[in-house]
T-cell receptor, first 107, second 119 residues
């Protein structure tokens, strides 16, 4: 069992839909990252959070430390949101990565 | 701010040759740099952690004599794949972190990656 689990693995949506990606972890972490990887491979850091909730544009990330769970929400999804979304927990000076969620948003 | 570059973005080399990949922090001093590899449709796998001026710490199963890491300055780390073989073909990504005040920030800034193909 991975120390950081994501669900779903694959997700398709119609443009405009509200999307949720979940991340659960079984190890202690200092912070949790949400990353976005586009087909070309480059990785963009969307959020780093250790408690509560953060919002940036149409993206919202939440974390519940007690339940060891985080969610990434995308409101009013758009085809340009199509990418792989990865959560990663910061544990003893290194990141432990989830397996990623492949999102496709169709017009 | 906090931009990390990698060079080259892609490279094709013949089996048995060595390839060097550079990772640079462009607008900050990177106290620690991380090297990852990623196979198709898989997540990132940490290969090694390097701190400026000291030897890299390799993850279990990663051959340090094959993947030479040098972190000679606060803005540059290099990964050299020695005697490359086709199974070394992969996407290599670096990231960098920096100090904020007295503590190292948990933020990691990722480079765009280098696609290595060994023929």
């Amino acid at each position: 069992k991975n120390e950081v689990e994501q669900s779903p693995q694959n997700l398709t949506a119609q443009e405009g839909e509200f999307i949720t990606i979940n991340c659960s972890y079984s190890v202690g972490i200092s912070a949790l990252h949400w990353l976005q990887q586009h087909p070309g491979g480059g990785i963009v850091s969307l959020f780093m959070l250790s408690s509560g909730k953060k919002k940036h544009g149409r993206l919202i990330a939440t974390i519940n430390i007690q339940e060891k769970h985080s969610s990434l929400h995308i409101t009013a999804s758009h085809p340009r949101d199509s990418a792989v979304y990865i959560c990663a927990g910061y544990n003893t000076d290194k990141l432990i990565f989830g397996t990623g969620t492949r999102l496709q948003v169709f017009p | 701010g906090a931009v990390v570059s990698q060079h080259p973005s892609w490279v094709i080399c013949k089996s048995g040759t060595s390839v060097k990949i550079e990772c640079r922090s462009l607008d900050f001093q990177a106290t620690t740099m991380f090297w990852y590899r990623q196979f198709p449709k898989q997540s990132l796998m940490l290969m090694a952690t390097s701190n400026e001026g000291s030897k890299a710490t390799y993850e279990q199963g990663v051959e340090k004599d094959k993947f030479l890491i040098n972190h000679a300055s606060l803005t540059l780390s290099t990964l050299t794949v020695t005697s490359a073989h086709p199974e070394d073909s992969s996407f290599y990504i670096c990231s960098a972190s920096r100090f904020k005040g007295l503590a190292r920030s948990y933020e990691q800034y990722f480079g765009p990656g280098t696609r290595l193909t060994v023929t």
